[in-house]
């Protein structure tokens, strides 16, 4: 079965860190975009960070410069998201996403189409 599974979410106060994984099976992420979205309560779903399958190059929205980090491993066939100095704000539910159409570093949801995670829980707060 082709899908892809996050894991690593969960309850942490304001400052700490989480790291979010999103593991690939039934097919190869090597070829694929990997992007990470999140979507907190009555918010629309956002793009916060992607990596490319080419050149590895990476975005991030400002929200969360300086304070998450995007690696890919594809031994492993697993993304990764770091995030540190979390803050309430960062309180949702994220999701990883894979696409192999070239997108030139976009990171929006609506260009993510071949696989969505089922999303993760993440909540900080004291």
């Known amino acids: 079965q082709e899908q892809l599974v996050e894991s690593g979410g969960g309850l942490v106060q304001p400052g700490g860190s989480l790291r979010l994984s999103c593991a690939a099976s039934?097919?190869?992420?090597?070829?694929?975009?990997i992007g990470w979205f999140r979507q907190a309560p009555g918010k629309e779903r956002e793009g916060i960070s992607c990596?490319?399958?080419?050149?590895?190059?990476?975005y991030y929205a400002d929200s969360v410069k300086g304070r998450f980090t995007i690696t890919r491993d594809n031994a492993k066939n697993t993304a990764y998201l770091q995030m540190n100095s979390l803050r309430p704000e960062d309180t949702a539910v994220y999701y990883c996403?894979?696409?192999?159409?070239?997108?030139?570093?976009?990171?929006?949801?609506?260009?993510?189409?071949?696989?969505w995670g089922q999303g993760t829980q993440v909540t900080v707060s004291s």
């Open positions: 996403a894979a696409e192999t159409r070239e997108l030139a570093r976009v990171c929006v949801p609506a260009a993510y189409k071949d696989y």
């Open positions: 990596i490319s399958n080419t050149d590895h190059s990476t």
């Open positions: 039934g097919f190869t992420l090597d070829y694929y975009n």
